[in-house]
């Protein structure tokens, strides 16, 4: 039901939904993930931001969720009174977990589309050294 609210352009009852079904039982990352995009739909861009933030620390490979915030960091700012480069969160999860390729090709993948593309090269240049893939 959220979902199809949120498609049909009404984030703030796609919030509610979402909120509802989170208490019916424990929300999985990809639900919590889009109750961030319903937020952030809805102009609630302060507690999206905060929630994207907690759903990252709660589950650090969870790729969309690091996606979501650094879109949100990237379109919005890092958060008020803050300079922070607003992929840091991303980046910081990517160094801290070298072993994790879905984190890695995601940041890289975000580094594309930011046109960061020095930063891009040299992280995917750093995985085909890591990762014998011919995709890579």
């Not at 009852?13 to 019916?24: D, G, L, W």
């Not at 840091?88 to 993948?109: C, K, S, V, Y």
């Not at 046109?115 to 050294?129: G, N, P, S």
Request: contains cysteine.
């Amino acid at each position: 039901l959220a979902g199809v609210l949120r498609l049909r352009g009404r984030p703030e009852e796609a919030v509610v939904a979402y909120r509802r079904a989170a208490q019916c039982e424990p929300p999985t990352p990809a639900i919590r993930d889009a109750t961030v995009g319903a937020l952030i739909d809805a102009g609630a861009i302060d507690e999206a931001r905060t929630e994207a933030e907690r759903l990252i620390r709660e589950h650090p490979d969870f790729v969309p969720g690091h996606n979501t915030l650094a879109d949100l960091r990237w379109e919005y700012g890092p958060g008020p009174g803050s300079d922070e480069d607003p992929l840091q969160p991303f980046i910081a999860a990517a160094d801290a977990a070298p072993r994790n390729h879905e984190l890695q090709l995601g940041l890289i993948g975000f580094l594309l589309e930011a046109r960061r593309w020095t930063d891009a090269l040299d992280r995917l240049q750093a995985l085909r050294r890591a990762v014998e893939h011919p995709a890579l």
